[in-house]
């Protein structure tokens, strides 16, 4: 069975598991970079947002021998756990004055989402775009995102430059950043997550190089930090250094101390390394190494 061929049963198997009037149906997603996911929707009656099911994680369970009928009651489970309980107010998007107040940013690589681009308000800077969003509230502490298009502007009656300062004021409070030192966040992972501990005994986190790791509170689109104003700024300051700043993903940059400016292509070469073998496209945003100079307080190429 191919993926298409898994898609049509899962809707099949799915349907009479919800109550009638139920739609529930195959849609492409588009995401960073160019790629394009296939997420089941299932919308029920009266509800007016409801949870994006990305399939390929589904699909490969399915060709490792899990049954339809496992993978459907997993799907169920899972919905059930994320579904709202009552439709949204539309007007917490639709009304700017309320809109306005979660309006965030987040960067991506500019030449892999040029297409993208065409219809999204955005800022170049460097080999990246800086786009906008609105963090939109859900229940039980859940959050979901719109990514802001130029229909929106126009909805709103606001112009480019009130979004970009709206942001720019937001996201910083609303994202905090959060730098860590490379060795406590391997600690913390392994800590956290009880198939890793195993690892802990084999790694000799004394003997980690000075990095550290730059993100925000939630660990996702966390490599925007690196634009708040004053954060690679105070951190250079506060170790004396310059800094080589590697976008390990776009939900977090490794910032390096230097003390003077050197190996930039070995730095290159490892950056693309991680790019080309360890990260999903979906997540990556750059093959650049970025250098903060506390002379010229701003980040350079």
């Not at 399939?55 to 799907?75: A, Q, R």
Request: glycine content about 2%.
């Amino acid at each position: 069975m191919n993926f298409h061929e898994f898609s049509k049963e899962l809707i099949r198997q799915l349907t009479p598991m919800f109550p009638e009037g139920t739609e529930i149906f195959i849609q492409s997603m588009p995401k960073n970079n160019g790629v394009i996911l296939e997420a089941l929707i299932i919308r029920e009656p009266g509800i007016n947002l409801s949870p994006t099911i990305y399939l390929e994680n589904y699909f490969e369970l399915y060709k490792e021998g899990t049954s339809m009928d496992e993978i459907c009651h997993i799907i169920c489970e899972f919905f059930m756990e994320v579904r709202l309980n009552h439709p949204l107010d539309p007007r917490f998007f639709t009304d700017y004055n309320r809109a306005k107040e979660k309006l965030v940013f987040y960067v991506v690589n500019y030449d892999k989402n040029v297409d993208r681009l065409k219809d999204v308000p955005h800022i170049r800077f460097l080999d990246l775009a800086i786009l906008f969003c609105c963090i939109v509230q859900l229940e039980n502490e859940k959050t979901a995102t719109i990514l802001i298009h130029n229909e929106h502007l126009a909805m709103w009656q606001v112009d480019f430059s009130d979004i970009k300062k709206q942001a720019f004021d937001n996201t910083p409070r609303l994202l905090p950043a959060y730098i860590q030192p490379i060795a406590e966040a391997i600690r913390d992972l392994i800590e956290t997550n009880p198939s890793l501990h195993r690892l802990l005994p084999l790694i000799d986190l004394d003997d980690i190089p000075p990095l550290y790791v730059l993100t925000n509170e939630t660990q996702f689109h966390g490599a925007a930090c690196m634009l708040y104003p004053s954060v690679l700024e105070e951190f250079s300051e506060s170790i004396g250094m310059d800094l080589y700043v590697l976008p390990s993903s776009i939900h977090e940059v490794i910032l390096l101390p230097v003390s003077s400016r050197c190996a930039d292509d070995e730095l290159s070469a490892l950056v693309q390394s991680v790019n080309r073998d360890q990260l999903p496209t979906m997540h990556q945003l750059s093959d650049s190494v970025y250098y903060y100079s506390r002379e010229l307080h701003g980040l350079a190429l």
